[in-house]
């Protein structure tokens, strides 16, 4: 059985490795190649050699990690060029979520998905160019850090999700085969070995699920039947991944220098964008047509926050709507 975990394979010897061919990304161009490249650099460089210090802080210099992948235009990869952004279609956006998740913790690709995916996506699609000359080029280019006020739940942390639970499975691989237990190291066991190789058949499927997602996205189709499996899915691995994982780590699993236990402890941070996971199993066909719905009114309540229109009428709406939302 194949198990691919972080673009590594599993130890020598293990049965938990081999191959696989063919393209695995949705756009998996020598430019899109390029881009991941460009972006891992930055994160080798500039992020993940200071994570352990942003994590003793308790913070990170967002401005000056900002600034740098703002330079680079990882802030406005699907943004017009007009306004400082690379004017590419949103398979790029995968491509760079995907390599977010390199980064040795969550918070820090969460920061930055919020600002170039979920602060920006509206201002870009309702706002007047004056608007944009003031907020979105200063944004894209990494100037002003921005943060969103929202009832509604977002998906780009969706994608940043599976490249994270993938190294989690490999780096589990890699510590449970010397890890010792009763003289045997403990991937040895079967309950372990296969529950590893499951946990990395379902990343891989959703990986599937969400590239074929993309490719009708980028070609005009509607895409929310898929996105809203994806959620779903998403969300609930989530938490398989990292509930699984820490047991097979022991108390290791527990000390803030291990990748499973940053993810087990910032995992709420990110199931609270992906909640919505009852909505969606209970009738697949009535989730989606809500999900769809409930979209088109964000937008329009955006639109008209863009515009400047925040009178009671305007809250009284939205008020409104968050109330359909629940009943529905």
């Keep these: 059985m194949a198990l691919r975990a972080g673009g590594r394979w599993a130890r020598p010897g293990s049965a938990l490795r081999g191959r696989c061919s063919g393209p695995r990304r949705a756009g998996d161009t020598p430019r899109h190649r390029h881009l991941r490249e460009a972006l891992r650099k930055i994160i080798d460089k500039e992020i993940n050699p200071f994570v352990d210090k942003w994590e003793e ?3 990170f210099p967002a401005h000056k990690v900002f600034k740098i992948l703002g330079q680079a235009g990882f802030l406005g990869v699907d943004k017009p ?3 400082g952004g690379m004017g590419l279609d949103f398979s790029y956006n995968i491509a760079v979520a995907e390599e977010l998740g390199n980064v040795r913790c969550g918070a820090i690709p969460m920061a930055i998905g919020v600002q170039a995916g979920m602060a920006t996506p509206a201002l870009t699609r309702f706002g007047s160019h004056e608007l944009k000359k003031q907020f979105l080029v200063p944004t894209i280019a990494g100037d002003f850090v921005a943060c969103l ?3 509604e739940d977002g998906a780009g942390s969706d994608v940043a999700t599976l490249t994270p639970m993938e190294t989690i499975i490999q780096e589990t691989i890699d510590y449970t085969g010397q890890r010792k237990v ?6 040895h066991n079967q ?3 296969f529950r590893l190789a499951e946990l990395a058949t379902e990343v891989e499927l959703l990986r ?3 590239h074929r997602a993309v490719a009708l996205y980028v070609e005009g189709n509607d895409v929310t039947k898929f996105a809203s499996m994806a959620k779903l899915k998403a969300g609930r691995l989530t938490r398989e991944v990292t509930d699984s994982c820490l047991q097979f780590w022991g108390g290791m699993g527990f000390t803030n220098e291990v990748l499973v236990s940053r993810f087990y402890r910032g995992k709420s941070s990110v199931l609270s964008l992906q909640r919505r996971d009852q909505h969606l199993a209970v009738d697949p066909g ?8 409930w979209h088109r009114r964000n937008h329009a309540f955006h639109h008209m926050q863009i515009h400047g229109h925040t009178s009671k009428k305007v809250m009284h709406l939205h008020s409104s709507l968050k109330i359909k939302k629940a009943r529905a």
């Design 149 to 151: 006020g929202i009832s």
């Design 286 to 293: 009535l989730a989606i047509d809500v999900n769809r719905r």
């Design 57 to 59: 802080e308790g913070q």
């Design 191 to 193: 309950t372990v070995h």
């Design 182 to 187: 009763f003289g045997q190291p403990v991937l």
């Design 208 to 210: 599937s699920l969400l």
């Design 81 to 83: 060029t007009e306004y």
